[in-house]
């Protein structure tokens, strides 16, 4: 496979940004917690785009203007401030999270700048009430700022330190509500050299920084914490850039499918060569007149509303609407992207997958008569406002130009199922400006120091300590030092030193992986219930055997505190003399049977004992009473 990808010319990097578990926010002294419960501030906007120094518009941010949509911002008074609500410049940019960016760029063997310069990203799709977010370039990558990897090492380009965007609650057609208790959380952003291979080097080297992170103890936790933008390109297709990918171990499917994705554009760029297409400009019809005695619910439902049915012919297009690109997603899909984003609408129809919907075989030869196609052209039809469906259809007309020449570099938002979607144009470098607000950071020799001395273990002494002080395996050790999970099991261990490491490093590989297999979901689950699970099984309130059962029903109600779980699941631990009391009475239940088949009744004993304690006491230690107390009967009788 890896051969493969070196033929096709794959290049990906990475962007890794990760927030910073610190007190106040990166540029003001308002904390760093998510609420959700109602905010009493609610305030709209509308945003608009800049000119860089240059008297530049980037292209990106212009899309966002032309939605025309206005934001609507939800905030707390005693949890956000004006610095957030941009009714107050910015505060001196937060020494804690810079402290904690320096540290995490010493690790990686990077070289800081002696000033940094705070920076201006044009950003207007809402995420920031400012119009941009503010970024600041802190360390550069040096030949020794390396992630090794068996498929050769990746070097490190850039550190950054910025400040997080708002959190969106929902989106309509007019407007977005975004809360501002996530915005100016610190975030720092890695970003990675373009020299992996192959989708598998792209997860190891995610997971790799993801450690790199956890190891130091300073990021946060849990869901929305940590993601990852992918730049993947290959030799005869473009630069992709793919946002949000926020599961690490989505990462290899996602640049799969990306490479599966251009492979397939670049099949329809060629079957248009065949077909002898070099250009797509059809004008755009109104057909209403075709559909109003459809007996198309959906059709009909848009007509009685006033709106308009607006078809555009393409030429030569004819079978390749309805190609597949990806895993339930067609060039079809493609259109509809671009559709939607430029247009506002909120689907098309396509010959491709005619008939369909209700949409009748004459209504359709009637269409491609009225349009004047022959068999290789198809046709894209769209029911809304007349005005949104043409500018939608001018996007789906501009990106079929773009499918005569492969693949279009773009934008794209990450799905759940590692498919991918259109989400603007690639932004450009007129999107960066000084911020004037905030003076530029000198980093001292002394700061550097003083930072170095109090680095912590790296990923080989830890390994170590692993093997011979909590008597991992060397597979466990292993397995928990590059696990995502890695922090949680050294807090675990050092808090609570009454459960052995080796049951805590079990639970949160072993166990964890085996229940995700079963579709638990387990990222539900707060650190801090993990922790009291742990505390529980320290106390002996449970046994190391129901924490499966518990974890499943931690994940299915995560907002049940851990006791009453324990308790609605029956798990509470059994004391010692309940447990003899129990194997007396089903022994002495069961005398006769244990006569006259001998040690043989053992397994019966202990599985009428276990169908009571399961989950409740520690099986090794049941089994050894159940051999005792068999044992005794047998004698007795001998």
């Known amino acids: 496979?890896?051969?493969?990808?070196?033929?096709?010319?794959?290049?990906?990097?990475?962007?890794?940004?990760?927030?910073?578990?610190?007190?106040?926010?990166?540029?003001?002294?308002?904390?760093?917690?998510?609420?959700?419960?109602?905010?009493?501030?609610?305030?709209?906007?509308?945003?608009?785009?800049?000119?860089?120094?240059?008297?530049?518009?980037?292209?990106?941010?212009?899309?966002?203007?032309?939605?025309?949509?206005?934001?609507?911002?939800?905030?707390?008074?005693?949890?956000?401030?004006?610095?957030?609500?941009?009714?107050?410049?910015?505060?001196?940019?937060?020494?804690?999270?810079?402290?904690?960016?320096?540290?995490?760029?010493?690790?990686?063997?990077?070289?800081?700048?002696?000033v940094i310069q705070?920076?201006?990203?044009?950003?207007?799709?809402?995420?920031?009430?400012?119009?941009?977010?503010?970024?600041?370039?802190?360390?550069?990558g040096t030949p020794e700022s390396i992630i090794d990897d068996p498929e050769g090492p990746v070097h490190i380009q850039t550190i950054c330190l910025e400040e997080d965007a708002a959190r969106k609650i929902s989106e309509t057609e007019n407007e977005v509500i975004f809360r501002l208790d996530r915005l100016g959380i610190p975030l720092i952003e890695v970003s990675?050299?373009?020299?992996?291979?192959?989708?598998?080097?792209?997860?190891?080297?995610?997971?790799?920084?993801?450690q790199l992170f956890r190891i130091l103890g300073k990021v946060k936790r849990g869901l929305g914490t940590i993601r990852q933008d992918i730049n993947i390109s290959l030799e005869k297709g473009a630069k992709v850039e793919i946002k949000g990918v926020q599961d690490l171990e989505l990462i290899s499917k996602v640049v799969e499918l990306e490479v599966q994705r251009q492979l397939r554009l670049l099949e329809i760029k060629d079957e248009l060569e065949k077909r002898g297409i070099n250009d797509v400009d059809s004008a755009i019809v109104d057909v209403t007149d075709i559909f109003e005695n459809t007996k198309s619910k959906i059709v009909l439902q848009g007509i009685k509303k006033g709106h308009r049915v607006m078809a555009v012919k393409l030429e030569g297009f004819a079978g390749l609407v309805g190609r597949e690109l990806q895993p339930g997603r067609r060039f079809g899909t493609e259109l509809?992207?671009?559709?939607?984003?430029?247009?506002?609408?909120?689907?098309?129809?396509?010959?491709?997958?005619m008939p369909a919907y209700g949409i009748s075989p004459v209504e359709i030869e009637e269409l491609k008569k009225k349009l004047k196609c022959n068999d290789q052209d198809a046709v894209v039809f769209i029911v809304d406002e007349k005005d949104k469906a043409e500018r939608a259809l001018q996007a789906v007309l501009r990106r079929c130009k773009e499918a005569l020449h492969g693949v279009p570099d773009e934008t794209r938002a990450a799905n759940p199922d590692g498919t991918t979607r259109y989400m603007r144009p690639r932004p450009g470098a007129s999107r960066m400006y000084p911020e004037t607000d905030v003076r530029p950071i000198i980093i001292t020799e002394d700061?550097?120091?003083?930072?170095?001395?109090?680095?912590?273990?790296?990923?080989?002494?830890?390994?170590?300590?692993?093997?011979?002080?909590?008597?991992?395996?060397?597979?466990?050790?292993?397995?928990?030092?590059?696990?995502?999970?890695?922090?949680?099991?050294?807090?675990?261990?050092?808090?609570?030193p009454e459960v052995p490491p080796v049951v805590v490093a079990t639970t949160l590989e072993y166990t964890w992986k085996s229940l995700k297999r079963e579709g638990v979901q387990l990222e539900n689950i707060d650190e801090t219930k993990l922790l009291d699970l742990?505390?529980?099984?320290?106390?002996?309130?449970?046994?190391?055997?129901?924490?499966?059962?518990?974890?499943?029903?931690?994940?299915?109600?995560?907002?049940?505190?851990?006791?009453?779980?324990?308790?609605?699941?029956?798990?509470?631990?059994?004391s010692l003399d309940e447990v003899h009391s129990l194997v007396d009475r089903i022994v002495n239940e069961n005398k006769e049977v244990i006569?006259?088949?001998?040690?043989?009744?053992?397994?019966?004993?202990m599985g009428k004992v276990m169908s009571t304690l399961r989950g409740k006491v520690d099986g090794k230690l049941v089994s050894d009473i159940v051999k005792e107390k068999v044992s005794q009967v047998i004698q007795s009788r001998s």
């Open 336 to 353: 509809k992207d671009y559709a939607t984003v430029w247009g506002g609408v909120k689907g098309l129809f396509h010959t491709d997958e």
């Open 447 to 496: 700061r550097l120091k003083r930072l170095a001395a109090s680095l912590p273990e790296m990923p080989e002494q830890k390994l170590k300590k692993f093997i011979e002080e909590y008597g991992l395996s060397k597979d466990l050790a292993l397995l928990m030092i590059n696990s995502y999970r890695l922090d949680l099991f050294e807090k675990i261990v050092s808090s609570i």
């Open 595 to 605: 006569i006259s088949k001998g040690e043989r009744a053992i397994k019966l004993v």
């Open 118 to 140: 705070v920076m201006r990203k044009v950003v207007i799709d809402g995420s920031n009430t400012t119009g941009f977010q503010r970024t600041a370039i802190i360390a550069l």
């Open 192 to 210: 990675t050299a373009p020299e992996i291979k192959s989708p598998e080097q792209a997860q190891r080297v995610a997971l790799k920084l993801g």
């Open 1 to 114: 496979m890896l051969k493969k990808y070196e033929e096709l010319g794959l290049k990906v990097g990475l962007e890794l940004h990760q927030q910073l578990n610190t007190k106040c926010k990166l540029f003001c002294s308002c904390p760093t917690m998510l609420r959700d419960d109602e905010p009493d501030i609610t305030f709209v906007r509308f945003l608009r785009p800049t000119r860089s120094e240059l008297g530049a518009i980037d292209e990106a941010a212009l899309l966002e203007y032309e939605k025309g949509k206005a934001y609507v911002y939800q905030a707390y008074s005693d949890t956000t401030c004006l610095v957030e609500m941009d009714e107050e410049p910015p505060h001196p940019l937060n020494d804690e999270a810079l402290d904690i960016a320096l540290e995490i760029a010493l690790m990686l063997k990077a070289q800081m700048p002696s």
């Open 534 to 574: 742990f505390k529980a099984l320290g106390q002996k309130i449970i046994a190391k055997e129901a924490l499966p059962d518990v974890l499943k029903a931690m994940a299915e109600k995560p907002d049940l505190p851990v006791m009453t779980i324990i308790e609605q699941l029956g798990l509470r631990a059994m």
